[in-house]
């Protein structure tokens, strides 16, 4: 089983930057996804960023498209998200979700995704 906890959120302005951390412990999978997804009060999680564990493919929301990364660190079972020109409507609550396999159509939605964890916290402010 695949344990996630996520660290890095906080309060920013328009415009800023912020980095999330995943810690992955337990057993992580070899394959399938690690991906970002966020939930606004009152709106439905939708999925941020995704990487291929094995492959190390990326696939983005396109409204997140070319200021969001998303990167992952083997050696030491992270993965990160890194948001740069944060707006307003970035703000959410933030998780880390791992799937040990899904459909490459289907990597930004949340249903391939079996382990998550408890999230951080995003803010920004105008």
């Known amino acids: 089983q695949v344990q996630l906890m996520e660290s890095g959120g906080g309060s920013v302005n328009t415009g800023g930057s912020l980095t999330l951390s995943c810690a992955v412990s337990g057993h992580p999978y070899s394959r399938g996804y690690m991906g970002w997804f966020r939930q606004a009060p009152g709106k439905e999680r939708e999925g941020v960023a995704s990487?291929?564990?094995?492959?190390?493919?990326?696939a983005y929301l396109d409204s997140v498209k070319g200021r969001f990364t998303i990167s992952q660190d083997d050696a030491l079972n992270m993965v990160y998200l890194e948001m740069n020109a944060l707006k307003v409507e970035d703000t959410g609550m933030y998780y880390c979700?791992?799937?040990?396999?899904?459909?490459?159509?289907?990597?930004?939605?949340?249903?391939?995704?079996?382990?998550w964890g408890p999230g951080t916290q995003v803010t920004v402010s105008s």
């Open positions: 979700a791992a799937a040990s396999s899904a459909f490459p159509s289907t990597r930004l939605t949340a249903r391939p995704y079996k382990s």
């Open positions: 990487i291929g564990i094995s492959t190390g493919s990326t």
